[in-house]
């Protein structure tokens, strides 16, 4: 009778912390997936040319994903569509800590190259009204 009355409180207990244990891994499920629409929703945003939006959505992702350097990749990209260089080459730099150089250096190559075609766009403008 004493090892059916322990044994009793043992399946029990087994059964909560199992319980428990599937509740936390759904929950890690949800949040997993919840960044991933919020990202997916960012990039989305980002192609119909909505960039300030899209930028604060890569910033939302990154507060409870900090190292994904997909997110910081397509952050940079954001801030170069947006005009805004000093962010885009905060985000190289990030990617670079996070040792992604073969990002930092794409991405550090897209600042670059819509840098100069802003100057080349510019110079012909003023070209062109010269005429």
């Given at each position: ?8 409180p ?21 949040k ?13 945003l ?86």
């Amino acid at each position: 009778m004493v090892t059916q009355n322990r044994s009793k409180p043992n399946v029990v207990l087994l059964l909560c912390l199992s319980a428990a244990l599937a509740v936390a891994m759904i929950s890690c499920d949800l949040k997993g997936i919840t960044k991933k629409v919020m990202y997916n929703r960012a990039r989305n945003l980002h192609d119909h040319g909505k960039i300030k939006e899209a930028i604060a959505v890569y910033k939302k992702v990154l507060e409870s994903d900090g190292d994904n350097t997909e997110v910081h990749y397509d952050l940079g990209v954001a801030y170069t569509d947006d005009h805004d260089v000093n962010n885009a080459n905060k985000q190289v730099a990030i990617l670079r800590k996070l040792n992604r150089r073969d990002l930092s250096e794409v991405l550090a190559t897209v600042i670059r190259d819509s840098d100069s075609s802003r100057v080349r766009k510019k110079l012909q403008t003023d070209y062109d009204s010269k005429k």
